[in-house]
């Protein structure tokens, strides 16, 4: 029921979107793969693509799990043309399993998420995006695959002393994670690939992504974590002053961004934003999390990360619009209103998967 109630929230948002019949017919009868279908984007994206290529066409999804933390993959739609095959882009032989599938489109969704737990594990995650990702990519290059859609993320690339609105042309060497190198080492070795062997390759860069979907934990997003924190009525946990503001980004958004980074021909060998354009203070949305679930437990305040150096966030959108007709739809309170909808949905699977441990959080240390 909690995934039939998701896969109408995706299709109704595509049907109000107006997908295109050229978009339609592009995407017919293909065979996908999604890595990180199960996560929080890949698990909406991959029923936007099932609706797209309809019954003769096949969505691969290739998932560890570890964004859910549990055996079984609920996040994902048990639709009749998705195929769920837990393996990881490390694995040759999981990939060999998936590039059988005989595959046109890669979106390449999985990473090691996201910036503490790459400062607290920096090995395993040069592992999974940097080693995987080339691995990746070479089945790619051999399958000869149409097209290569990255998830790149414009919160880790631009740094820390980006001018706002952060735009494309803008690139920093300044990066304090091994998520936000990782980022820019992914859209490099797309763009060698591009140049030295053809393959068609497009970096999409996140901005803070929300929405159904994603499952708390230490090393989550904001608003999820604040979700699940408000809802049992625990103390929101700020790290820095509340002022700083991010460009929160609503997931179906962003699948609609991937949806037609992979049909348009202008997007071949760019990257670009994928974003709302529009900027929210953090203590801004605490209150309003709190408010929306009747929590009057008092926020708390905790030190900045040494990595959080970014007092802003906010995106151009211009080159996507202009480029992929890119047209965000969702404004914020609205898309806040869904997500705390799907946690209240799904609270029996998101309690059994919160990845919290005891005592001392990494969330806000």
Same mark, same amino acid.
């Given at each position: 029921?909690?995934?039939?109630?998701?896969?109408?929230?995706?299709?109704?948002?595509?049907?109000?979107?107006?997908?295109?019949?050229?978009?339609?017919?592009?995407?017919?009868?293909?065979?996908?793969?999604?890595?990180?279908?199960?996560?929080?984007?890949?698990?909406?994206?991959?029923?936007?693509?099932?609706?797209?290529?309809?019954?003769?066409?096949?969505?691969?999804?290739?998932?560890?799990?570890?964004?859910?933390?549990?055996?079984?993959?609920?996040?994902?739609?048990?639709?009749?043309?998705?195929?769920?095959?837990?393996?990881?882009?490390?694995?040759?032989?999981?990939?060999?399993?998936?590039?059988?599938?005989?595959?046109?489109?890669?979106?390449?969704?999985?990473?090691?998420?996201?910036?503490?737990?790459?400062?607290?594990?920096?090995?395993?995650?040069?592992?999974?995006?940097?080693?995987?990702?080339?691995?990746?990519?070479?089945?790619? %290059?051999?399958?000869?695959?149409?097209?290569? =859609?990255? @998830? &790149?993320? *414009?919160? #880790?690339?631009?740094?820390?002393?980006?001018?706002?609105?952060?735009?494309?042309?803008?690139?920093?060497?300044?990066?304090?994670?091994?998520?936000?190198?990782?980022?820019?080492?992914?859209?490099?070795?797309?763009?060698?690939?591009?140049?030295?062997?053809?393959?068609?390759?497009?970096?999409?860069?996140?901005?803070?992504?929300?929405?159904?979907?994603?499952?708390?934990?230490?090393?989550?997003?904001?608003?999820?974590?604040?979700?699940?924190?408000?809802?049992?009525?625990?103390?929101?946990?700020?790290?820095?002053?509340?002022?700083?503001?991010?460009?929160?980004?609503?997931?179906?958004?962003?699948?609609?961004?991937?949806?037609?980074?992979?049909?348009?021909?202008?997007?071949?060998?760019?990257?670009?934003?994928?974003?709302?354009?529009?900027?929210? %203070?953090?203590?801004?949305?605490?209150?309003? =999390?709190? @408010? &929306?679930? *009747?929590? #009057?437990?008092?926020?708390?305040?905790?030190?900045?990360?040494?990595?959080?150096?970014?007092?802003?966030?906010?995106?151009?959108?211009?080159?996507?619009?202009?480029?992929?007709?890119?047209?965000?739809?969702?404004?914020?309170?609205?898309?806040?209103?869904?997500?705390?909808?799907?946690?209240?949905?799904?609270?029996?699977?998101?309690?059994?998967?919160?990845?919290?441990?005891?005592?001392?959080?990494?969330?806000?240390?």
């Amino acid at each position: 029921m909690q995934n039939q109630k998701k896969v109408s929230l995706v299709h109704n948002y595509l049907n109000e979107l107006g997908i295109s019949e050229d978009i339609y017919s592009y995407y017919k009868n293909r065979n996908i793969l999604v890595t990180g279908g199960a996560g929080a984007i890949g698990s909406n994206l991959i029923i936007a693509l099932s609706k797209l290529v309809g019954e003769d066409g096949k969505i691969i999804v290739l998932d560890n799990l570890s964004s859910i933390k549990y055996p079984n993959p609920w996040n994902v739609a048990p639709l009749e043309n998705i195929m769920f095959v837990k393996g990881d882009v490390r694995s040759d032989v999981d990939l060999k399993r998936v590039f059988k599938e005989d595959i046109s489109l890669v979106f390449h969704l999985a990473a090691f998420f996201a910036n503490q737990n790459s400062v607290d594990y920096p090995e395993y995650s040069a592992e999974n995006d940097i080693i995987g990702q080339i691995k990746l990519l070479e089945y790619s %290059r051999l399958g000869k695959i149409d097209r290569f =859609i990255y @998830a &790149s993320s *414009g919160c #880790a690339i631009y740094g820390s002393y980006g001018q706002m609105p952060l735009k494309e042309d803008f690139i920093s060497m300044h990066l304090t994670t091994p998520y936000q190198i990782n980022k820019m080492t992914g859209e490099m070795y797309c763009n060698f690939y591009s140049h030295h062997y053809d393959l068609g390759i497009v970096n999409c860069r996140f901005f803070n992504s929300y929405g159904p979907g994603e499952v708390p934990g230490q090393y989550r997003n904001v608003i999820p974590n604040f979700i699940y924190w408000a809802m049992k009525n625990q103390a929101l946990p700020i790290t820095g002053k509340g002022t700083e503001t991010r460009d929160f980004t609503y997931v179906l958004d962003l699948v609609q961004g991937l949806v037609k980074a992979g049909y348009y021909e202008t997007a071949l060998g760019e990257n670009f934003n994928l974003a709302s354009g529009s900027e929210t %203070r953090i203590i801004d949305l605490a209150e309003t =999390i709190n @408010a &929306s679930v *009747g929590n #009057a437990t008092p926020i708390k305040f905790k030190p900045v990360r040494k990595w959080d150096t970014k007092k802003r966030l906010l995106a151009s959108i211009e080159k996507a619009q202009q480029l992929i007709n890119y047209s965000p739809q969702m404004d914020f309170q609205s898309g806040l209103k869904v997500n705390i909808e799907w946690f209240k949905d799904n609270w029996e699977n998101i309690e059994k998967n919160a990845d919290f441990s005891p005592g001392m959080s990494s969330a806000v240390r």
